[in-house]
């Protein structure tokens, strides 16, 4: 699992950076042609996650239910994503990598609900979920970098 980890991070480095790089409108933004803007992506990053990898195990998430409805799968952008947000967001991106690590090398995982993905991957283990999200927020990496050619 290391080396997933490590790619986590690198991803999670990748987003935080692009965060940084943008204003608040451009950050909001929705060009034309797209359906959700790059706070979006990175709230659904998070989100995503949480479910994949710590409520199908049982535990409990570390995002609050608002912050779920706003970010879940087949959710859009409602209005503006404040300031506060993006760096709550911004907090979110490393701080839950971290727990998560932390949780996985505790040992706090001890079962899985078997789930099978929107894209037809089906998941019998946290190892499996923690994968399957390094690929999840790899996709949507490559939105956000389509993205910011518009904003």
């Not at 409108?25 to 659904?44: A, E, M, Y």
Request: with cysteine; aromatic share 12%.
């Amino acid at each position: 699992m290391e080396t997933t980890f490590k790619i986590w991070e690198t991803h999670r480095n990748i987003c935080l950076k692009l965060l940084s790089s943008y204003s608040l409108d451009q950050l909001n933004k929705i060009p034309d042609g797209f359906s959700n803007n790059l706070i979006w992506n990175v709230g659904h990053m998070i989100v995503s996650q949480q479910g994949l990898v710590y409520r199908l195990s049982g535990l409990t998430s570390y995002i609050s239910d608002q912050f779920v409805e706003k970010y879940k799968n087949g959710s859009k952008p409602t209005g503006q994503t404040s300031q506060e947000e993006v760096e709550e967001i911004k907090n979110l991106l490393i701080s839950l990598l971290e727990k998560t690590k932390a949780d996985y090398n505790e040992g706090k995982f001890k079962t899985y609900q078997e789930y099978n993905t929107s894209t037809a991957f089906n998941l019998k283990t946290t190892e499996e979920a923690i994968e399957f999200n390094n690929y999840h927020e790899g996709l949507h990496l490559g939105l956000m970098l389509s993205i910011r050619k518009f904003v």
